[in-house]
T-cell receptor, first 109, second 115 residues
Framework: TQLLEQSPQFLSIQEGENLTVYCNSSSVFSSLQWYRQEPGEGPVLLVTVVTGGEVKKLKRLTFQFGDARKDSSLHITAAQPGDTGLYLCAGANDYKLSFGAGTTVTVRA | KAGVTQTPRYLIKTRGQQVTLSCSPISGHRSVSWYQQTPGQGLQFLFE???????NKGNFPGRFSGRQFSNSRSEMNVSTLELGDSALYLC??????????????FGSGTQLSVL
């Protein structure tokens, strides 16, 4: 059983469109992290959110952490083909991460 | 700074054999953790080591074991391989003070295929 549920599982959009990925947890974690993974590589950390209600922006990516620290979202504005990849949310406790199943995003040129 | 290095990159083994995977963390990092990634289960935590001590362990059978050396390099071992052990095994390193405010850096993984 996954502690973190991600939706949707797959997302295919045209270049220039916006997209949102959701991550919902049945537990409260000390922090929530978002990663992007490309084929044949390990995940790369995009952002860490710690405080309930927190919003972080990274260029065209906006990350929100729910007030109760149990849900999060990743919004990409004007998606580009370079945004293609597997997006993973992960809850951190002490020294380990619990990952969601991931959302595979494909941005078509 | 060199990244996390995992060797070998690919491995093919048969059922019943054992395998050892190696991980060299980023210089200065003292924590090494291991994850298994499969299409069906996603990324699952195996274990984490800090200063040669296992601090945390996931829900995997005893066939999965690991260790860390004094130079922070780590190895994981899987004995009596099963078909279901086929996966991408990822190693990650950090300073080891806790993941709330600390970045975790992943290697490119070892792709293990069990035939």
């Amino acid at each position: 059983t996954q502690l973190l549920e991600q939706s949707p599982q797959f997302l295919s959009i045209q270049e220039g469109e916006n997209l949102t990925v959701y991550c919902n947890s049945s537990s409260v974690f000390s922090s929530l992290q978002w990663y992007r993974q490309e084929p044949g590589e390990g995940p790369v950390l995009l952002v860490t959110v710690v405080t309930g209600g927190e919003v972080k922006k990274l260029k065209r990516l906006t990350f929100q952490f729910g007030d109760a620290r149990k849900d999060s979202s990743l919004h990409i504005t004007a998606a580009q083909p370079g945004d293609t990849g597997l997006y993973l949310c992960a809850g951190a406790n002490d020294y380990k991460l619990s990952f969601g199943a991931g959302t595979t995003v494909t941005v078509r040129a | 700074k060199a990244g996390v290095t995992q060797t070998p990159r690919y491995l093919i083994k048969t059922r019943g054999q054992q395998v050892t995977l190696s991980c060299s963390p980023i210089s200065g990092h003292r924590s090494v953790s291991w994850y298994q990634q499969t299409p069906g289960q996603g990324l699952q935590f195996l274990f984490e080591y800090f200063s040669e001590t296992q601090r945390n362990k996931g829900n995997f059978p005893g066939r999965f074991s690991g260790r860390q050396f004094s130079n922070s390099r780590s190895e994981m071992n899987v004995s009596t391989l099963e078909l279901g052990d086929s996966a991408l095994y990822l190693c990650a390193s950090s300073y080891g003070q806790g993941l709330t405010n600390e970045k975790l850096f992943f290697g490119s993984g070892t792709q293990l295929s069990v035939l």
